[in-house]
């Protein structure tokens, strides 16, 4: 069964301020990380699809939601006007398909759109890392001072990217600043981080691409 494309989320505007410090991915790296995502013969009229299969079996809605809410306020932060743009302009919006079998939650964007797809990319690896070593952030300031844990958050992080097959072709320095990149989301998403990752510890199975023709 196939449902169009629907809008993630609703938005309000005036939630999204702009923010003092935005988190931003140099330039090289946003296109050493498509280079090694997809395939370098993909046809100009075809679209790119970021598949979430996830198990369908007793479902946390708020836990869906969350995680839905991260996937879609991650991939505004990494649009050219940011995220308080993005909240404005709902044409370009993610939208998502949810198709049967375990669960397919399925975002397009047609590889002409060079800042989706590069949005897409980083996204995947953002949702991939949301399990590594974060646990509810609430609980981890009431138990040690917050820079001794961003250390810490960071050090799991980077641990993880450094054995990460995907992320092989990455100079150390380069991987060193994605999970700089990933951390300032992470604390920036913090309201809605621990139910995200509790839905990805327990339903997540994969996050992979797939290329198909326009139409």
Same mark, same amino acid.
């Given at each position: 069964?196939?449902?169009? #494309?629907?809008? &993630?989320? /609703?938005?309000?505007? +005036?939630?999204? =301020?702009?923010?003092?410090?935005? *988190? ?66 709902? #044409?370009?919006? &993610?939208? /998502?398909?949810?198709? +049967?079998?375990? =669960?397919?939650?399925?975002?397009? *964007? ?84 621990? *139910? ?20």
């Amino acid at each position: 069964m196939y449902t169009p #494309p629907i809008p &993630l989320l /609703a938005y309000d505007s +005036r939630r999204y =301020l702009p923010e003092r410090a935005t *988190a931003r991915l140099p330039k090289r790296l946003r296109e050493e990380l498509v280079r090694t995502s997809l395939p370098e013969d993909i046809a100009p009229d075809s679209v790119v699809e970021l598949v979430i299969r996830v198990d369908d079996t007793d479902v946390n809605l708020r836990e869906l939601s969350a995680y839905l809410e991260l996937a879609d306020r991650s991939f505004g932060r990494l649009m050219p006007g940011g995220i308080s743009s993005y909240s404005r302009r709902r #044409p370009e919006q &993610l939208t /998502a398909s949810f198709e +049967r079998g375990s =669960l397919d939650i399925v975002i397009q *964007a047609i590889i002409e759109n060079e800042a989706a797809i590069t949005g897409l990319v980083v996204l995947r690896f953002l949702l991939k890392y949301v399990p590594v070593g974060l646990k509810d952030m609430a609980t981890a300031y009431r138990e040690i001072e917050e820079t001794r844990y961003t250390r810490a958050r960071r050090k799991q992080l980077r641990e993880r990217a450094d054995v990460d097959d995907e992320l092989s072709a990455l100079k150390p320095k380069e991987r060193a600043e994605l999970v700089r990149y990933f951390d300032l989301v992470y604390v920036r998403e913090k309201r809605t981080l621990p *139910a995200a990752r509790r839905f990805a510890l327990r339903h997540v199975r994969e996050l992979f691409f797939r290329v198909r023709k326009k139409g």
